[in-house]
Each structure stands twice: as structure tokens, then as C-alpha cells.
């Protein structure tokens, strides 16, 4: 009689469709990206898509969102996802950080791959019951990561129904790494420093009086500069020459950019 009230509760819950993993998918899933549900993966995207705001090549740092939502209005019940290798699907390592929010929250694969990230993975924190959720990424600037990455997300509309790694609309460069730990600096180097700084010293000016701030809202004209890369021998070199150029210059202008801001974007005509 018990086995049959336990069966009987069992089958219930399967019929009224109760999901596996309310609070979110297990850092098991880390590599599959499968919420192990019990039921094979439906083909495709089916009604759900990936969107982002990915500039064509990432400026380190700096967050971006990407968001998961439905084409017909139906709603899903969770989320797992990751940034990935877009070039080798072979590659399941996942790269970068996102942003844990309410009724989201990130997972830590490090277990299953050493050396990432302890925020490598975002899912849910309980059932999402809506047509559409966001979240926010980020690449560190020390973070080693393959040219090509895109976002990659299985979604969950009920138990028995899921979709597993959907692919962003596009894909986007990961931008070259940069150092965090500053180089060595020589001796030679260090007294010209100190030189340079004892010979301006009587210069400076008084910090208590800010200096105007009169510049105009920075432009891209920089990048003009990215168009030729004369050194360039073949056409595939040519066109990461300009690629990582522009991208210098954008990471020049948005710093500039955000001086402007910082500064009550005062001087704009």
C-alpha cells in the first residue's frame, strides 16, 4: 500500500508538471550544459532564442547583457548558460564571468574546469515563469579565451521539455588579454621617472583648485587610423591588423568617453 501512495505521488507530480531543479541547475552541468531531467533533449532552439549587446569584439571589463526569450510567448522555467569557444564545439570549457541578480545566480565549474572562474555559469534561482530574462557578462582583462566565443544557453519549459546549448544570435572576438601584474621596472627607468617628477614638481598645480574640465564629447576619429596595415602580407593578416587597431582605439575612446561622463559631460556644443 505505501509503494503504491509513493508511486501514485511520483506520477502526479510528473502530470502536473513539476520541474527537476527549481533552485537552479547543479554545477554537474557544467560540462554537458544537460539538466538531467530524465527525458531526452528536444532538436534545435525550439520557441527561444539568445540575444546579446556584444560589440563585434569585447572591451575587457566592462559588462554586457544578453537576454533569453521566447519568439511565441511561451514561458520557460530555467536557464543554464555559458560563453564558449564559437570556433570547436569540442572545446566545453566556459569563459569569462557573469553577474548573479535577483532570480538569478551564478555557478562555479571549477570542479569540472580547473582554473575558471568561480562565476563561469549563470542559472536560476527559482522557476522563472516568464517569456523572457536577462543577465549580465563580462571577459576579465587577464582572462587567456580562444578568438571567437558566443553565448550559449539551454532552456528549460518544462521537465520533460528543454533545449539544450542554444547559440546566440552572433558571435563576437574576445579582444586581446592584458597583463594584470605590472612589468618590471629597470633602474635606468626609475631615475629617469624620478627625474622627470622632481623636475615638474615646482609645476604642479594646486589640487584643492580643479582645473577646468573643456573638452567636447571624444569621437571615434581614431579609428581612421585602423585602415591600413601596410605591414599586412596576406589578406587574413590585413584584417586582424585593422580588427585589433579599431579595437584600441575603442577601448581609448570609451575610457575618454567615460572621463566625459565622469565629469558632468561638460564642453559638449
Known amino acids: 500500500m505505501l509503494y503504491a ?43 527561444f532564442q539568445v540575444t546579446h549587446n556584444m560589440p563585434a569584439t569585447l572591451v575587457r571589463d566592462v559588462q554586457y547583457h544578453f537576454t533569453v526569450s521566447s519568439t511565441d510567448g511561451t514561458e ?11 570556433s570547436n564545439s569540442a572545446d566545453t570549457r566556459p569563459y569569462g564571468a557573469f553577474v548573479a541578480r535577483p532570480g538569478l545566480q551564478t555557478r562555479d565549474c571549477s570542479g569540472t574546469f580547473p582554473g575558471v572562474g568561480v562565476d563561469s555559469a549563470i542559472t536560476h534561482t527559482e522557476r522563472i515563469n516568464a517569456t523572457s530574462i536577462s543577465a549580465f557578462y563580462m571577459l576579465p582583462a587577464g582572462e587567456q579565451a580562444p578568438d ?8 528549460v519549459e518544462r521537465m520533460a521539455l528543454y533545449y539544450v546549448r542554444i547559440p546566440s544570435s552572433s558571435t563576437f572576438y574576445s579582444g586581446r588579454a592584458v597583463a594584470t601584474t605590472p612589468a618590471a621596472v629597470t633602474t635606468e627607468a626609475t631615475t629617469s621617472i624620478t627625474e622627470a617628477t622632481s623636475a615638474t614638481a615646482t609645476t604642479t598645480t594646486d589640487s584643492s583648485t580643479p582645473t577646468p574640465y573643456t573638452s567636447a564629447m571624444p569621437t571615434m576619429a581614431t579609428a581612421g587610423n585602423c585602415l591600413a596595415a601596410e605591414s599586412a602580407t596576406t589578406d587574413e593578416e590585413r584584417y586582424r591588423a585593422n580588427l585589433e587597431c579599431w579595437s584600441t582605439s575603442f577601448e581609448r575612446w570609451y575610457s575618454a568617453y ?3 561622463l565622469n565629469n558632468g559631460g561638460r564642453g559638449c556644443a
Request: contains cysteine; positive net charge; glycine residues 10%.
Open 5 to 47: 501512495t509513493s508511486a501514485l505521488i511520483a506520477a502526479c507530480a510528473v502530470l502536473t508538471g513539476i520541474e527537476a531543479f527549481p533552485y537552479g541547475a547543479p554545477a554537474g552541468a557544467c560540462s554537458s550544459m544537460m539538466p538531467n531531467h530524465g527525458a531526452a533533449a528536444q532538436p534545435g532552439a525550439g520557441p
Open 76 to 86: 520557460l522555467r530555467g536557464i543554464f548558460c555559458q560563453v564558449r569557444n564559437a
Open 148 to 155: 571567437r566565443l558566443n553565448v550559449f544557453c539551454t532552456v
Open 258 to 260: 567615460q572621463n566625459w
